[in-house]
């Protein structure tokens, strides 16, 4: 089994920072690329930021130049430090990882979400 589990949301004031730590754990036999994105409510969920396994990353126009995502080959985990934060920022923040587990399986595993809220 794979679980990936995300921490880090919270109540943060506009211009204000936040990091989200994302960690998969389980049988993994590879990780490939991982990458956040976030639902506010009605409204589809998308694409925030991801990571391949070789570093190379990719953003949403919107969050370009305040958000950076990182990784940890070595702990499994992603995560991204958000900075300049706005109220359009607030949503439900997931994680996703695409993994061949040890049986040798590949799908997307996907987070609980954590959320971030943008307020003052």
């Known amino acids: 089994q794979v679980q990936v589990g995300e921490s880090g949301g919270g109540l943060v004031q506009p211009g204000g920072s936040l990091r989200l730590s994302c960690a998969a754990s389980?049988?993994?036999?590879?990780?490939?690329?991982m990458g956040w994105y976030r639902q506010a409510p009605g409204k589809q969920r998308e694409l925030v930021a991801g990571?391949?396994?070789?570093?190379?990353?990719d953003y949403a126009d919107s969050v370009k130049g305040r958000f950076t995502i990182s990784r940890d080959n070595v702990k499994n985990t992603v995560y991204l430090q958000m900075n300049s934060l706005k109220p359009e920022d607030t949503a439900v923040y997931y994680c996703n990882a695409r993994i061949t587990t040890t049986s040798l399986s590949t799908a997307d595993y996907w987070g609980q979400g954590t959320q971030v809220t943008v307020s003052s």
């Open positions: 389980g049988s993994i036999f590879r990780l490939y690329t």
């Open positions: 990571i391949t396994n070789i570093g190379t990353t």
